[in-house]
């Protein structure tokens, strides 16, 4: 089976701009999650889909919003970007359903904010 | 507010076992424990999972306290690619929450 895959995987903003980040999961997945990873806050939840619908978000703002579509795909978008989110974007894909939470990794997004 | 720690960083000579402590204080009765280690901002790579009993798979074993409130990753015998921050992390709304992690040193 092919694993998580991020797409781009590198990308270079500038402030007041705006980002959509694409995650495909794993075939069969039907849950997809988002965290951000930063060398000062570590890996934080940003949000989690199954089904299309979003059943949990972390505490961040507004300007952080995501989708899932009926093929499980996900996409994330920021807006009006600042520079502390600068950070590697991961996205992480589960069955979703059980009582476990097993989760798998994407290879990530590093998104620079200048 | 749900808090996990674990140690900074750890060392430990090739060939060794390597032990990694958590600490999940705020765990309740039915939230999984899990570990991942990641390499070079690499995605984070899952390793084991357990809720009471103790795991043990190809990679690494698992150990959960009696009470949940922390376990500990037994990698038995340590190479140098294990050299990587390790994550514990547990399962709560559908949402993973991480501690910090220990980056583990593995010496020749």
């Known amino acids: 089976k092919a694993g998580v895959t991020q797409t781009p995987r590198y990308l270079i903003k500038t402030r007041g701009q705006q980002v959509t980040l694409s995650c495909s999961p794993i075939?069969?997945?039907?849950?997809v999650s988002w965290y951000q990873q930063t060398p000062g806050q570590g890996l934080q939840f940003l949000f989690e889909y199954f089904s299309e619908t979003q059943r949990n978000k972390g505490n961040f703002p507004g300007r952080f919003s995501g989708r899932q579509f009926s093929n499980s795909r996900s996409e994330m978008n920021v807006s009006t970007l600042e520079l502390g989110d600068s950070a590697l974007y991961l996205c992480a894909s589960s069955p979703g359903t059980g009582y476990s939470n097993e989760q798998f990794f994407g290879p990530g997004t590093r998104l620079t904010v200048l | 507010d749900a808090k996990t720690t674990q140690p900074p960083s750890m060392d430990c000579a090739e060939g060794r076992a390597a032990n990694l402590p958590c600490n999940h204080s705020t765990i309740s009765g039915n939230e999984y424990v899990y570990w991942y280690r990641q390499i070079h901002s690499q995605g984070p790579q899952y390793i084991i999972h357990?809720?009471?009993?103790?795991e043990t798979n190809e990679m690494a074993s698992l150990i959960i306290t009696e009470d949940r409130k922390s376990s500990t990753l037994i990698l038995p015998h340590a190479t140098l690619r294990d050299t990587a921050v390790y994550y514990c992390a547990w399962d709560s709304n559908y949402q993973l929450i991480w501690g910090a992690g220990t980056k583990l040193i593995i010496k020749p």
């Open positions: 075939s069969g997945h039907r849950s």
């Open positions: 357990g809720l009471k009993n103790n």
